[in-house]
T-cell receptor
Framework: GQQLNQSPQSMFIQEGEDVSMNCTSSSIFNTWLWYKQDPGEGPVLLIALYKAGELTSNGRLTAQFGITRKDSFLNISASIPSDVGIYFCAGQLMYSGGGADGLTFGKGTHLIIQP | DSGVTQTPKHLITATGQRVTLRCSPRSGDLSVYWYQQSLDQGLQFLIHYYNGEERAKGNILERFSAQQFPDLHSELNLSSLELGDSALYFC?????????????FGPGTRLTVT
């Protein structure tokens, strides 16, 4: 099946720094989504991207859907302590008759704030 | 709070047993997806139901099954449990209308098989 390569695996940053992470796939997706997961909780949707080349922002978060449909990146500006967590990219395909298939997830990026 | 509810929060059972996990989607969402999260496999899609009908299967074992009821809540049944089935199980719901295909995850059920 499809696999997503998400990098980096972990990031150690100082509060206030900008963060960048990305995801690449061997095949195309119709939709890219970014989630954040805190320990013991479910993933929380941050941004959904539906069109190749689309650039979308949500507060300090910005994500882009690559023009090849095989990649996406997420940037976080001016990081704050509550940004700590695991960030997942996910790709989604649409069924030929309408509707969306289950998500294919990357392995996650652990964001850690250095004291 | 995503609006998706899952019960129970935690479940501890023995090998060979059968358990049922329950999910209530967000109000108005017709689609329910089930996922398994483990340390070695990450987040993996198991199965998708739309308005009571199975739409797609992912990496779901034959020992696992699911259904979606007329009130749109869903249950995931896990049988002949093995130690390796210990994981977090999430359901996600989605409106599946127009361009709204985002999936919203519940808080999960942590299954421990001993």
């Amino acid at each position: 099946g499809q696999q997503l390569n998400q990098s980096p695996q972990s990031m150690f940053i100082q509060e206030g720094e900008d963060v960048s992470m990305n995801c690449t796939s061997s095949s195309i997706f119709n939709t890219w989504l970014w989630y954040k997961q805190d320990p013991g909780e479910g993933p929380v949707l941050l941004i959904a991207l539906y069109k190749a080349g689309e650039l979308t922002s949500n507060g300090r978060l910005t994500a882009q859907f690559g023009i090849t449909r095989k990649d996406s990146f997420l940037n976080i500006s001016a990081s704050i302590p509550s940004d700590v967590g695991i960030y997942f990219c996910a790709g989604q395909l649409m069924y030929s008759g309408g509707g969306a298939d289950g998500l294919t997830f990357g392995k996650g990026t652990h964001l850690i704030i250095q004291p | 709070d995503s609006g998706v509810t899952q019960t129970p929060k935690h479940l501890i059972t023995a090998t060979g047993q059968r358990v049922t996990l329950r999910c209530s989607p967000r109000s108005g969402d017709l689609s329910v997806y089930w996922y398994q999260q483990s340390l070695d496999q990450g987040l993996q899609f198991l199965i998708h139901y739309y308005n009571g009908e199975e739409r797609a299967k992912g990496n779901i074992l034959e020992r696992f099954s699911a259904q979606q009821f007329p009130d749109l809540h869903s249950e995931l049944n896990l049988s002949s449990l093995e130690l390796g089935d210990s994981a977090l199980y999430f359901c996600a719901s989605s409106p599946q209308t127009g361009y709204s295909y985002e999936q919203y995850f519940g808080p999960g059920t942590r299954l421990t098989v001993t």
